[in-house]
């Protein structure tokens, strides 16, 4: 190779970076050596910057733009300089090309519920989750503060990091707001923004920014909402003597599919089958009145089923044989909380006058075996 050919080497270089990845937030140029060469052509695409270090240190930012790297006043160190060292520089330089477009669609989410004081509920927990998007907007504080010298910088490095920052704000904002659980749903849109900017004020030391904030679910423990469906199904029953009613027929429906019921879900079955006889048995909607029929008997009274609660789980129904035979057992004791049909709460089975005779009356212990 002649001299000729060579210098004409020292002053042709092009610097440009494209990326076909959706992840990489900086990407290194490299040259052998970390040698820019003088005269190089700079070529920044829209959405990227490019920082230039040289000797360790961030010189200059470059905007989107076609540049020429042969100005005096730039510290760029060429081979030409430094003829005393045979075109071999002692000063090397980096570019480090950043993308300043948009990561979407990044989720985030609560691992562990947050607790806050609900207005109409009183202590709670909720969760939450959604997506966000992030940028770069100061390249250089980026570089200094999160790449350092990495030479491909991907968003996987530091969501974590951000996901963190997220949830904290969020919980903060989420417990101090005020605002019923039942209506969060309705203001995701204004809480997203409120959280955008407070998440993008620390994010701004590492020179980042949040666009985008969304909030796709907030949810309730499952106890709760198991609870607040409830509560909605009695809203949409009205009036309560009704709802009290209908709840009494689904009780004597599952007694009478009970087996263990024995007599007692027949006689419940033949007791709604009268009824429902009594029913058919008037007028028609036309006003047609059936033939007369005897008078039939009155449906023979209707005995209570019970339902117990301990630590916290329901169980039954239970006849009241079945009830004795549980506080013989001891399974059943005077402060098991009992509920039927038409009472009014949960209640110690002491202070159910139908069931406190189960402990008062009670057979005299077995015979000693062998007598």
Known sequence: MGIFDFLSGQFIDVIHWTDDRRDTMVWRFEREGHEIKYGAKLTVREGQAAVFVHEGQIADVFTPGLYMLETNNMPVMTTLQHWDHGFRSPFKSEIYFVNTTRFNDLKWGTKNPIMLRDPEFGPTRIRAFGTYSIRVIDPARFMTEIVGTDGEFTMDEISFQI?????????????????????MAANTRDLGKLIAAQVSKPLADYGLEMPEFYIENISLPPAVEAALDKRTSMGLAGDLGKFTQYSAAEAMTAAAANPAGGGMAAGLGAGMGMAMAQQMAQPGPWGAAPAAAPAAPPPPPVEHVWHIAVDGQTSGPFSKAKMGRMAAEGSLTRDTYVWTAGQDGWKRAEDVRELAQLFTILPPPPPPPGT
């Open 163 to 183: 996901r963190n920052i997220i949830v904290q704000e969020f919980s903060r904002m989420i417990a101090g707001s005020g605002i019923p659980v039942l209506d």
